[in-house]
């Protein structure tokens, strides 16, 4: 019990924040559509219960991940993050379909809500609530990236290094980008329909909410896939030979790869030095780019392997590396 304590204190702390303000917003939104039997509310009922559902369990997998390695499970537990999040998705998925299956029934047999200051009290109060929550994504992107940004900013380079965030962080990022935009959709549906008596606008509006919801489902279901399979880090790759290059020992690089892992980076080298050098004096250059490597962020471990120098430059910085390992 101590030790799940420990793991959790470590989860991600976005996907945390976010479950309970989605709990909160659900909440608020289902006894506002109790109430008013407005589906642009039902819609969003389901997309903030769904958002809570998979953000909590993100949050769990995320803890889960940093579990150290036993001796059934050697390699670590970091793609834990990726079969959680796989799983999650399916619970936004169903969550999707029920959305635009009730909007299309609404624009079938359009019916005219109540409550229309109840409905646009609790939209709004969610909407303060998501963009809390986003903003805090935001950051939380560039902090994992060692980016900063103040302002506006923090919008424009939480986009530009989304990709490089960690999966939670990404997960929760775009559940909130689309519960925002499907919060501000349900309260333009919603005026419409009260002042210009148009039934059917709900109904579309619902739709268009599941639609964005399944845009969620097949971008985190492929990005997770990926990274079950353990997916290269081209970034990392091109940012570390630059490294191990720097090195004057370091006459060429054979092969490297870093494979992501969850949130984990494990890096794996093949240099070309001296053949006249020592083993104490390799060992010493072992250790000295095992230190560096592992100062980089993410990285878990470091395998590195030697050869002689063949006087054949193969390390080209800026082009696709393809692993050589036989």
Request: no cysteine; aromatic share 8%; charged share 20%.
């Amino acid at each position: 019990m101590g030790e799940l304590f420990r793991l959790l204190k470590k989860g991600n702390k976005s996907a945390m924040i976010a479950a309970i303000v989605n709990t909160i917003i659900a909440i608020a939104k289902g006894v506002a559509y109790t109430y008013t039997g407005n589906v642009a509310m039902f819609a969003e009922t389901m997309h903030s219960l769904g958002d809570a559902a998979n953000q909590f369990f993100v949050f769990i997998g995320s803890a889960l991940s940093k579990k150290s390695p036993t001796n059934r499970f050697p390699n670590g537990f970091g793609r834990l993050v990726n079969l959680v999040l796989l799983g999650a998705v399916l619970i936004v998925g169903i969550m999707a379909f029920e959305t635009i299956q009730e909007g299309y029934h609404h624009i079938l047999h359009p019916s005219e809500s109540e409550g229309f200051l109840i409905n646009i009290g609790v939209l709004a109060f969610a909407l303060i609530l998501e963009l809390y929550v986003l903003f805090k994504a935001m950051k939380e992107v560039l902090h994992e990236v060692g980016a900063e940004a103040r302002g506006m900013n923090v919008f424009f380079k939480s986009f530009a290094n989304l990709g490089r965030a960690k999966p939670a962080t990404k997960l929760v990022f775009m559940e909130d980008m689309v519960a925002t935009s499907g919060g501000l959709l349900a309260i333009i549906a919603v005026v419409i329909s009260h002042f210009a008596h148009i039934g059917w606008i709900e109904g579309a509006a619902s739709i268009l909410i599941g639609l964005m919801m399944f845009f969620v489902v097949g971008r985190v279901f492929l990005d997770n896939a990926a990274g079950v399979l353990g997916i290269a880090d081209e970034e990392m790759e091109e940012k570390i030979g630059q490294l191990v290059m720097a090195d004057p020992d370091v006459k060429d690089i054979q092969d490297l790869a870093v494979i992501k892992e969850g949130e984990d980076l494990h890096v794996e080298l093949e240099i070309e030095i001296d053949p006249s050098l020592t083993i104490a004096a390799a060992d010493d250059i072992k250790d000295r780019l095992q230190e560096k490597i592992m100062a980089e962020k993410g990285v878990v471990d470091v395998t590195i392997e030697f050869d002689e120098e063949d006087g054949i430059s193969t390390w080209k910085p800026g082009e696709p590396k393809e692993s050589t390992n036989k």
